[in-house]
């Protein structure tokens, strides 16, 4: 067995998933703080109202998305249930908000939607703080 080709594999596949998430964590930052300084400003909030819970609820629960979840995404840390916010968000956003609108404007959301069920079905890798409790967790149980 050549186990040199199956190590440097596994290797660029973590330095390829940190890539991934920290780039998609950085570029969805810059559509989630724009909303939370909407929200921190105060005034009246008009926003999408997706789930009837009014527009500030709806707010607050995008910014959680899309500002806290990728700052969880980037650090690698509790990374699913973070993808799980970021993937319900675009879903909304792709098929309820930008639903009737040209493909061109649902693109940017379902990209960001393949991206972040990609990185749901593979995980965060071992370049993230998920991979670091979980080994620490693995050493205490011996």
């Known amino acids: 067995m050549n186990y040199t080709n199956s190590n440097s594999s596994s290797i660029l596949k973590d330095i390829i998933l940190f890539a991934v998430r920290v780039f998609v964590g950085f570029a969805m930052l810059s559509h989630g703080f724009p909303k939370l300084q909407m929200l921190l400003e105060g005034g009246k909030i008009e926003f999408f109202d997706f789930m009837g ?13 899309e500002f ?12 699913r249930v973070s993808l799980g916010f970021l993937i319900f968000t675009m879903a909304v956003a792709g098929f309820f908000i930008h639903g009737a609108d040209p493909f061109e404007k649902r693109e940017l959301s379902l990209v960001y939607l393949s991206v972040y069920l990609l990185l749901a ?3 965060a890798g071992k370049f993230s703080v998920d991979h670091m409790i ?8 011996w």
């Open 121 to 123: 079905a593979f995980g």
């Open 53 to 65: 819970l009014g527009p500030q609820i709806s707010l607050i629960l995008t910014v959680f998305a």
């Open 134 to 141: 979980e080994k620490r967790k693995r050493a205490s149980d």
């Open 68 to 79: 806290v979840c990728s700052i969880l995404l980037i650090l690698g840390l509790f990374t």
